[in-house]
């Protein structure tokens, strides 16, 4: 970054570009959008211009002029693509080269008439049919058509197909129909009802609803496969997995959408709240700003839209007509059209813009926690405490673990963490002593009994959370021990399930369900890891030396000393099995290892 002397503000924001698909914008001095440009990988692509000189002039004279940036995140690079176009088309960067008009771009129509067809076209045509697209790679939109003629058998004629022209006899049938790549339309050999549910499930392909129609296909192949009727459900199996890997088109791009504003809101559920402005033009969005807020007396996500659309009026001059939302502000607007999507393109947009919103917060995160790393941590620490209903930050917390396979060798283990980091130094291992059998709820009493008199004896810190690996019987057991040290309450205790998002709490039988985005529970997950990881470790370490001991127990006049000398040096009972007898007398003498050496082989 240094090599090109930009300023401290963009070389940080370039730091915390997220690895998604999006598109990015170059600005010069004047607030200029320069150039724009696409990426699969934001954070690779954009730092790509500022860790090298280039090869080309243009490109360095480029980098030179770029003063500020920002970015749009898209769900995939097919958006990207298509948001790229169109915004190069809004704003004419000089250093980008000028796109063609959309009309150079091609479109998938499916015809307004009794029997559809489906075809590719750069001309749109307002006769009622309908348009997919447009396509910025044409590849895309030819790879479309032969998976939808692949799979369903659309005629491809431009006879007129009125059922007057049909009854009058003078459809004929073509090649196409013998090919069985026609069902005959043009004679009627199939109703209009019949040919047009196939259409219905190509609209949905062209939306990208594939959902229904795979679910549709899985089903009716089971019911092929019941039947014996294996060569149909093979058929429907190869349809089923082209549609599978057909990547649906740009979400970003919409025809039925000419000229729409979206607000999409992120909200922390504390105090700080993001909401993206969209603006969508001829379906592209050609616009995107986000503001931040913070609560002061506990504002609603309506109230704030209503701010936002406000400031947006004001700031950039913007005039609303329809606006898509989340939720209906809570203003009064002359002459604005509210609209709350459920699904279809407007969803999507939505969605799109909820996104950014959220991105926005991950950014502001980001930037805050490496200007003071420590913030990062007590944030998650107070989610901890918000998520558990704990009295008070939980910077120690330790998690308790059983391990035993067929009742043999029970161990627990404890690990440590602190400011929601391990501190392996701290982690214990405990071998059951008192609980005969596989009893993990009487083991885990023991185990939090053995830790816990213990630092209170020796007046070591406690933790403020106590984690234990199971759900209501062993933490009724981890219940019990602190009651009986007279703990409870000092400390804080909760079980998780197997299932890791349940976590259970003393006197309640309703398991808490964690979101499986938060960092709460990406903490419980390291927290339960590391104790299988190093409990399991200590488990087959005490097995095997078990093992390894017996099988040498069993030998008459072998001792202690003499099984400590062999394991010493041989480090195992396989590698003294393979040892020559000459080997294992150096360690132990002729006489002692002539006895070994046959016990071992015999």
């Not at 696409?38 to 004279?61: E, G, I, M, P, Q």
């Not at 023991?446 to 062993?474: A, H, M, S």
């Amino acid at each position: 970054m240094a090599k090109h002397g930009k300023s401290a503000s963009l070389t940080e924001k370039i730091s915390i570009l997220p690895d998604t698909p999006g598109v990015y914008m170059y600005y010069d001095s004047e607030g200029t959008v320069i150039y724009v440009g696409k990426a699969k990988n934001l954070k690779r692509r954009v730092s790509s211009y500022f860790n090298r000189t280039h090869d080309s002039l243009r490109t360095n004279l480029l980098v030179r002029a770029i003063v500020d940036m920002s970015y749009i995140v898209v769900p995939t690079e097919q958006d990207a693509l298509n948001l790229e176009a169109s915004m190069i088309k809004e704003y004419q960067p000089r250093y980008n080269v000028l796109l063609k008009d959309d009309k150079s771009y091609p479109w998938i129509v499916v015809t307004n008439e009794p029997y559809p067809r489906v075809f590719m076209t750069r001309q749109r045509i307002k006769d009622g049919s309908k348009f997919y697209g447009p396509y910025t790679d044409t590849a895309s939109a030819r790879a479309t058509l032969d998976l939808i003629k692949r799979i369903y058998c659309i005629r491809s004629c431009r006879q007129p197909m009125s059922q007057e022209w049909i009854r009058a006899g003078k459809g004929r049938l073509c090649l196409d129909y013998h090919l069985k790549r026609c069902k005959g339309c043009c004679t009627g050999l199939v109703s209009v009802e019949d040919y047009n549910k196939d259409i219905e499930k190509i609209r949905a392909i062209l939306r990208g609803d594939t959902g229904e129609l795979l679910a549709y296909l899985r089903e009716s192949m089971e019911e092929l496969s019941l039947e014996m009727r294996f060569e149909e459900a093979q058929e429907l199996k190869e349809k089923y997995d082209l549609i599978k890997r057909y990547q649906s088109k740009s979400v970003i791009v919409s025809q039925s959408i000419e000229d729409i504003d979206v607000f999409g809101i992120d909200d922390d559920g504390e105090n700080d709240v993001y909401i993206n402005y969209m603006h969508v033009r001829r379906g592209a969005v050609v616009r995107s700003v986000t503001l931040d807020f913070r609560r002061r007396l506990d504002e609603s996500r309506a109230q704030l839209l209503g701010y936002a659309m406000s400031e947006i009026a004001e700031s950039l001059g913007v005039k609303f007509d329809e606006v898509i939302v989340a939720e209906e502000p809570d203003v009064e607007m002359s002459g604005v059209r509210f609209i709350i999507p459920q699904r279809g393109d407007k969803a999507k947009l939505l969605e799109v813009s909820c996104r950014n919103a959220r991105q926005h917060r991950v950014d502001k995160i980001k930037t805050m926690e490496k200007l003071n790393p420590e913030t990062r941590t007590e944030r998650i620490l107070r989610r901890i405490q918000s998520d558990f209903r704990l009295s008070e930050l939980p910077s120690h917390i330790e998690c308790f673990d059983n391990s035993n396979i067929q009742g043999t060798n029970p161990v627990a283990s404890c690990v440590v963490f602190k400011d929601a980091k391990p501190s392996k130094k701290d982690y214990r291992h405990f071998n059951i002593k008192t609980v005969v059998g596989p009893d993990d709820f009487a083991s885990m009493k023991e185990v939090l009994t053995r830790r816990y008199t213990r630092l209170v004896n020796e007046g070591q810190e406690l933790p403020q959370l106590i984690v234990v690996d199971g759900g209501k019987g062993q933490l009724s057991a981890a219940v019990e021990a602190l009651d009986e040290m007279g703990l409870r309450g000092k400390i804080a205790v909760v079980g998780i399930a197997k299932r890791l998002e349940e976590i259970y709490f003393p006197g309640d039988s309703i398991p808490l369900y964690i979101d499986k985005n938060s960092e709460t529970l990406r903490v419980v997950q390291h927290l339960r890891d590391e104790a299988h990881r190093f409990g399991i470790t200590h488990h087959r370490n005490r097995r095997s030396k078990s093992q390894a001991v017996s099988e040498l127990d069993g030998i008459k006049g072998v001792g202690e000393k003499t099984r400590t000398a062999l394991l010493t040096h041989f480090k195992s009972v396989k590698r003294l099995r393979e040892a020559d007898l000459d080997a294992i007398a150096e360690v132990i003498g002729p006489a002692k290892a002539s006895v070994v050496y046959s016990a071992l082989h015999d």
